[in-house]
């Protein structure tokens, strides 16, 4: 089996050495990331610039190909500049910090996902679910953050396991899966759960400061607001100590908003009519 492995969060990121360590154990792995942190990036492209790929060695020897592009753009140059179009499975991560819920869109690991999936290959998207690692809002009170112990080894056995079962039942087009494991050493994981996407929002997103001019800034941070009472939603799977894999498919569309709509159009069309 041939694996691309991308992220997010940067080739040199620990979570994408764990993720390649791990899979090669099923077959052969090749490293595209971005050569900086690139989180929150979305499912963009880069379309304006050159695309660059230098090799370069993580910390543990692997050779990988390093980009000034996005996630996106790494799933594209991997599988046509370093595979050959001979990619059986995408995997991207192990992100630092969940994606759940509505943050899917946001996320460069999940867009990486939807880039295999778009690519007609096998793809999956896992983050390690680490609250501690989110640019929240503290409390002046709160005291002040010590660095999470991070789990990127219980990550990493998750993907191998998840990668097996995609060998054995590949996905049907235009889909993929979203994974999020709890932070939790592997043998506190209670296992895994098929989920829906839960809710998840940040209250007060926007905090406004003044710079020394005086002049008024802005931070996107804001407070969590997420409801873990939902069972069958990866909130709540995570929440409780289980790895959530939530199928996504590609097409965002509102089924049961066609009915309606159609009789919106209608009157539309009748006044465009008069
Ligand atoms: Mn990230």
Known sequence: MR?????DDGVYAEGIRVLAQHLRTL????????ERPRSAAGHS???????RLHRVHLLDGTIAYATNGTPTDCVTLGAHAVMEHRVD??????NAGPNLGWDLTYSGTVAAAIEGAVHGVNAFAISLAAEEVLPLARSESDAPAEPPTLHYETAG?????????????PLPPHTFLNVNVPNLPWHEVRGFQATALGKRQYADRIETRVDPAG???????????EDRDQPGTDV????????SITPIHLDFTAYNLLAPLHEWVAQLNELARR
């Open 3 to 7: 694996i691309l492995v991308t992220n």
């Open 27 to 34: 077959g052969e792995v090749f490293v595209v990331a971005p």
């Open 45 to 51: 492209i880069t379309l304006h610039k050159p695309l």
């Open 89 to 94: 499975l995408v995997v991207s991560g192990i």
């Open 157 to 169: 056995q998750a993907a191998v396991q998840i990668a097996s079962m995609l060998m054995e039942h």
């Open 215 to 225: 002049r008024p800034y802005y931070w996107l941070s804001g407070s969590l607001v």
């Open 236 to 243: 709540y799977a995570v929440a409780h100590g289980y790895v």
